[in-house]
Every structure is written in C-alpha cells, then in structure tokens.
C-alpha cells in the first residue's frame, strides 16, 4: 500500500501539484471497466449514472470502452451537457423532476427533449407533465418510477399504474425499479439474496401490467447490485460509483474491484500533537489512547472521505474537523514531514469528484492529463 501511495505522491511533485486534488488511476479504472463487462448478466446494458461520474471525459473513457449510449441523469445542468457531448444518447431520469424544472429545460430549446426520459412517481405528476406536453404541443417521454421494496416514493402497486390513463403526448418508455435497500437487508429478515430475489420478481409485476410497447427501458439496479442480477425481466441496469469504487461501495457485489480515485493533499505541518491548555492534559489522555503521540496538518479538510495514507492516519474527536486546515492524528512510528502527500479515499463519488476542478489522471507512473468536472450548479 505504501509503495503504491509513494509513486502517486512522486507523480505529483513531477506535476508540480501542490494542493488539493483528486487523483484517478486510469489503469485501475480500467480494470474495473473490464471486470464490469465480464461480469454484467448477458442481454443486460449498462446506463451510466452522470451524478456519480460528474466528468464527461470519464464518461466518454467509460461509455467508449462498454459501447454505452445509456445515461441515467439527475441534474438539468449536468443533462443539457450530457446531451451536448453525447449526441446518440439516450438520457433516464434518476428522480421526478418538479414539472416547473422540466418546463424551464425544454424552453432553453433544441431538439434535445427527444432523448430524454423523465421519471414519474405520482398520478398528480402524470397529470402535470400531460399538461406541460399539452402547453408545448410536443410528446414528452417518460418511464414510472416503481417501489420494489426500497420505500422512497414511487408506485406501490402494479395496479395503481394499471388504472391510469396516460395523458395524450406523453409515451410511456418503461419502469425503473431501485433496490438499493437489497444488499443492507440482515440474514435475519431474509438477507440480500433474498431481498434481491423478491425486488426483481416485483419488478416483473410491474412490466406486466404494460404494452410491450411500453417496455423500452426496464431498468433495475445499482452499483452495488447491478451485476448481481441474473435472467430477469430488466434489460438494462444502472452503474456509476462501482467504476471508482468509493468506500461505501466495498460490497461482496463489487469483490475484486479496486478503489481508482483518490483525494490528494499535501501535509502542512507534522507536530508532536498537543490540546490547548496544560500540557498535563494532553500527556494523560495520550496515556489512555484518548489522544495521539503525533499529528500533521493537512491543506484542506472535511471531506465525504476517509484517510489510507501515512498508516494509521485518522481524525481526532476532541480536535475536530476543519476545511482549511485538518488535523490528524498518527501513531507514534509515523514518519512524516512537510511537503508530504496525505491520501484520503472518497466515501462517495457523487459531489466529491467535482470538488476539485479538475481531475488529475494517473497511469504509467506519472499524471499525463487533467480532466475537467462538471459544475455543481
């Protein structure tokens, strides 16, 4: 682990990077890649999540090497520039849209609107987006969002959707059915297996109750169970986090993946780690291991990330945590000094990739590129 984190930190200085930065390993990237597409269940596509890979040259690197035109998007921003780089595209909503949000996408004009599919949760949002349909006098796609056991908002039953009527100009493409709730289920209420089972079986009842005409998206799945479904009623699931694989994601789901994006910052200070007030204090709480021998100073902090590199770094209770300068604590064998890098791993990639700007890009032992991260707002 060591030898790994030593050859980024001399990537880094090579590239006279002296900041906050968040470092992707293309090469292990790629690995994840492959092992995705040997592992996806056969008749199943991938639709890449853009909330979850917030760069649309990761998302190109990635869309290029699975052959994916699929994208499942939840901001209209990001959306209009996913739609821009990615003219084949064909976009899925991850969340309802308010029908006022979706209205102010379609005036910005283009023949875009097209390849866009917006999720419905509700009868009353059915009805909302069949008016904005009707006031533009164009047909607007949608899929129905489903509940298969998650419990966050959809339609609960197949025969709430069986007695709807669709308004004129809206085209039903599908359902999606999210089960992220599968691999937290315990072994005592049934387990993830089971859970995963009983999701996919639910999912089934639903796409009965549609023409098969209305069966173009049947999607189901995330990172963390996407390649753990089988032959089963869905044609294509969604994966984003799992290509980078953040902490939250080490799941037997995603076994023999590697952690590909890291952030990078530089030590700015390595202290004998001392509270405020009487040294006495600190001495003894460091005798009951309340407090640490050693500590450093980080450029920047509190990050969705936990700390990998030096060993045994970690935050610190009675210290805190700070944006500008966060302490952290270590072991009384560290051996670190200024103008070190500390590596933390993110606990998610959603928000954390585009914290930084830009996105170092590591491979062959050096960064050979930088690429840009979509904007926040």
Same mark, same amino acid.
């Given at each position: 682990?060591?030898?790994?984190?030593?050859?980024?930190?001399? +990537?880094?200085?090579?590239?006279?990077?002296?900041?906050?930065?968040?470092? %992707?390993?293309?090469?292990?990237?790629?690995?994840?890649? =492959?092992?995705?597409?040997?592992?996806?269940?056969?008749?199943?596509? !991938?639709?890449?999540?853009?909330?979850?890979?917030?760069?649309?040259?990761?998302?190109?690197?990635?869309?290029?090497?699975? /052959?994916?035109?699929?994208?499942?998007?939840?901001?209209?921003?990001?959306?209009? =520039?996913?739609?821009?780089?990615?003219?084949?595209?064909?976009?899925?909503?991850?969340?309802?849209?308010?029908?006022?949000? =979706?209205? &102010?996408? %379609? &005036?910005?004009? /283009?023949?875009?609107?097209?390849?866009?599919?917006?999720?419905?949760?509700?009868?009353?949002?059915?009805?909302?987006?069949?008016?904005? &349909?009707?006031?533009?006098?164009?047909? #607007?796609?949608?899929?129905?969002?489903?509940?298969?056991?998650?419990?966050?908002?959809?339609?609960?039953?197949?025969?709430?959707?069986? &007695?709807?009527?669709?308004?004129?100009?809206?085209?039903?493409?599908?359902?999606?059915?999210?089960?992220?709730?599968?691999?937290?289920?315990?072994? #005592?209420?049934?387990?993830?297996?089971?859970?995963?089972?009983?999701?996919?079986?639910?999912?089934?009842?639903?796409?009965?109750?549609?023409?098969?005409?209305?069966?173009?998206?049947?999607?189901? /799945?995330?990172?963390?169970?996407?390649?753990?479904?089988?032959?089963? !009623?869905?044609?294509? *699931?969604?994966?984003?986090?799992?290509? !980078?694989?953040?902490?939250?994601?080490?799941? $037997?789901?995603?076994?023999? #993946?590697?952690?590909?994006?890291?952030?990078?910052?530089?030590?700015?200070? +390595? !202290?004998?780690?001392?509270? $405020?007030?009487?040294?006495? *204090?600190?001495?003894?709480?460091? +005798?009951? /291991?309340?407090?640490?021998?050693?500590?450093?100073?980080?450029?920047?902090?509190?990050?969705?990330?936990?700390?990998?590199?030096?060993?045994?770094?970690?935050?610190?209770?009675?210290?805190?945590?700070?944006?500008?300068?966060?302490?952290?604590?270590?072991? +009384?064998?560290?051996?670190?000094?200024?103008?070190?890098?500390?590596?933390?791993?993110?606990?998610?990639?959603? =928000?954390?990739?585009?914290?930084?700007?830009?996105?170092?890009?590591?491979?062959?032992?050096?960064?050979?590129?930088?690429? $840009?991260?979509?904007?926040?707002?």
């Amino acid at each position: 682990m060591s030898a790994y984190f030593a050859e980024l930190s001399k +990537a880094l200085k090579a590239a006279e990077i002296f900041r906050p930065c968040l470092v %992707l390993d293309r090469e292990r990237l790629d690995g994840n890649v =492959a092992l995705v597409k040997e592992r996806l269940a056969p008749g199943l596509a !991938v639709r890449l999540v853009d909330k979850s890979l917030p760069c649309l040259p990761l998302l190109s690197h990635i869309a290029r090497a699975l /052959g994916a035109t699929r994208f499942m998007t939840f901001h209209p921003p990001v959306t209009q =520039a996913v739609l821009d780089a990615f003219p084949e595209g064909d976009l899925l909503y991850g969340k309802p849209m308010p029908a006022g949000a =979706a209205k &102010a996408a %379609l &005036a910005r004009g /283009g023949g875009w609107w097209s390849r866009v599919c917006w999720l419905i949760d509700t009868p009353e949002r059915l009805a909302e987006y069949g008016a904005l &349909a009707a006031e533009r006098g164009t047909e #607007l796609r949608f899929a129905f969002e489903v509940d298969v056991g998650l419990h966050r908002g959809g339609f609960s039953s197949p025969a709430e959707i069986k &007695a709807l009527t669709i308004p004129e100009r809206l085209r039903c493409e599908g359902i999606m059915a999210y089960e992220a709730h599968a691999p937290e289920i315990p072994g #005592l209420f049934g387990g993830a297996a089971n859970a995963l089972k009983k999701a996919s079986a639910r999912a089934a009842e639903f796409v009965a109750t549609l023409d098969p005409k209305q069966r173009h998206i049947l999607n189901i /799945g995330g990172s963390k169970t996407a390649l753990l479904h089988g032959a089963g !009623v869905a044609n294509e *699931v969604s994966i984003g986090s799992a290509f !980078v694989l953040p902490k939250d994601f080490d799941t $037997p789901g995603l076994q023999g #993946l590697q952690p590909a994006a890291f952030i990078a910052t530089p030590i700015l200070k +390595a !202290v004998d780690a001392m509270l $405020p007030g009487p040294a006495a *204090v600190s001495r003894m709480l460091q +005798a009951f /291991g309340l407090f640490p021998p050693k500590g450093c100073y980080l450029y920047g902090g509190k990050w969705m990330a936990e700390p990998v590199f030096p060993d045994g770094m970690k935050p610190n209770g009675l210290i805190g945590l700070s944006s500008n300068q966060q302490f952290m604590g270590l072991p +009384a064998n560290a051996d670190v000094k200024p103008g070190d890098y500390a590596f933390l791993r993110p606990t998610q990639s959603e =928000a954390v990739l585009q914290h930084f700007g830009s996105i170092a890009v590591f491979a062959g032992g050096r960064i050979v590129e930088f690429w $840009p991260a979509l904007p926040m707002g």
